[in-house]
Nanobody, 126 residues
Framework: QVQFLESGGGLVQAGGSLRVSCAVSGLTFSSYAMGWFRQAPGKEREFVAGISWSGGSTKYADSVEGRFAISRDNAKNTVYLQMNSLKPEDTAVYYC???????????????????WGRGTQVTVSS
């Protein structure tokens, strides 16, 4: 059974930083590409960042490029999202996701990820 443990969300002031983590069990983590998505109230879920199995390929949404960084530690079965210069519009539930499909590349579309965590809330106050 695939399980995700997302942590690190919380409340932060605009301009601040947070790092969210997602520890995964029940699959061979190093064989999977990983992604972060987010969903704000009343909005559709959107792509934030993706990373290949090795970490050698990453992709970012334009809205977070230069502010957020995705990384992974295959020895710890964990993917991270470092978020800097946070803005109120970054407020959302952040979800991590895993896919074994073509894991050598970073994926941006949610239908390419069959496995999903339950999410962690990130709130940025103005």
């Amino acid at each position: 059974q695939v399980q995700f443990l997302e942590s690190g969300g919380g409340l932060v002031q605009a301009g601040g930083s947070l790092r969210v983590s997602c520890a995964v069990s029940g699959l061979t983590f190093s064989s999977y590409a990983m992604g972060w998505f987010r969903q704000a109230p009343g909005k559709e879920r959107e792509f934030v960042a993706g990373i290949s199995w090795s970490g050698g390929s990453t992709k970012y949404a334009d809205s977070v490029e230069g502010r957020f960084a995705i990384s992974r530690d295959n020895a710890k079965n964990t993917v991270y999202l470092q978020m800097n210069s946070l803005k109120p519009e970054d407020t959302a539930v952040y979800y991590c996701a895993a896919t074994k499909w073509n894991p050598a590349v970073a994926h941006t579309r949610d239908h390419e990820y069959p496995y999903w965590g339950r999410g962690t809330q990130v709130t940025v106050s103005s």
